[in-house]
């Protein structure tokens, strides 16, 4: 069935490409990346991706990262997942383990491969003893309430395709404000939407640095007349440490004598205003 809605999806926006005609398209995330980037592969069409945690290499729309060889380019979401465990550890230094909650989609497994990579290579300062990949929500409770008694944090990342026991889907705050209300561990996230739903911290994989440099790319596509096949796929800076204070309350973590290892600090937690 999913295979249905996304081919669906894909003849509708490329039906509405084909009649707009456009100068360029912007593609946001993998599925757009992969499904509608591979339609307009080799067209006369530039098109310019960002937020993508796959390798673009992955989806056929790139040679290689510094020379495209085609009318596709664009802006890698490489992730700060090393930094964001590293954050963690520094402000609650107690941590010493440590289990990935997830949701099982094409926006997800880029992110938990990263993290159990680097897991094995020993270049995380927590060990991870476990890894939790469903999109089903009763069984994101069930083993985050177990985990809760065996592990000393979480690795919060994507929770927006899960479905509860009817097969609806479960709206993404809905999610975190369960996970808020009922886990009472720190957590790490990857990106600062979460750290404003609610989590704890990141080190923040700014969607602001990669929209710019997207933006940036297609300005110079249109308007200088750069060529997207020599154009090399770039990787944003880092964006900075965020801290959720209202979370951090809940936990009982005194952020005064910390504020010298945070950057930015986010006052509540949107999926606890619902």
């Not at 295979?3 to 999806?9: F, K, R």
């Not at 890698?76 to 107690?94: A, C, I, N, Y």
């Not at 008694?149 to 369960?178: C, E, P």
Request: hydrophobic share 40%.
């Amino acid at each position: 069935i999913r295979w249905n809605v996304i081919g669906d999806a894909t003849l509708r926006i490329m039906e509405m490409i084909y009649a707009f005609q456009p100068d360029l398209v912007l593609l946001g995330d993998d599925n757009a990346a992969n499904y509608i980037g591979n339609q307009l592969l080799d067209t006369a069409t530039p098109v310019v991706f960002w937020g993508i945690n796959g390798l673009p290499l992955k989806y056929g729309l790139i040679d290689s990262m510094d020379n495209p060889g085609h009318n596709i380019t664009g802006v890698w979401q490489t992730g700060f997942h090393q930094e964001s465990v590293d954050l963690l550890h520094r402000l609650v230094p107690t941590v010493k383990t440590f289990a990935i909650l997830s949701c099982d989609s094409v926006t997800a497994r880029p992110n938990i491969k990263q993290l159990k990579t680097l897991a094995k290579q020993g270049k995380l300062s927590l060990q991870l003893a476990d890894v939790v990949a469903t999109n089903s929500f009763t069984t994101f409770k069930r083993r985050a309430l177990e985990l809760a008694q065996t592990v000393d944090a979480f690795f919060i990342l994507n929770h927006d395709t899960l479905k509860d026991d009817q097969g609806s889907y479960v709206d993404m705050l809905t999610v975190g404000r369960w996970y808020l209300n009922h886990i009472r561990k720190p957590e790490a996230a990857h990106e600062g939407q979460f750290v404003r739903e609610g989590m704890l911290l990141t080190a923040n994989d700014s969607g602001y640095n990669q929209a710019y440099h997207a933006f940036e790319m297609a300005y110079d596509i249109l308007e200088q007349g750069l060529n997207p096949s020599r154009m090399r796929v770039k990787t944003p800076p880092r964006g900075p440490l965020m801290v959720n204070r209202q979370r951090a309350a809940m936990l009982g973590i005194d952020l005064s004598d910390k504020m010298n290892m945070i950057d930015k600090i986010v006052e509540t937690a949107i999926a606890l205003e619902k």
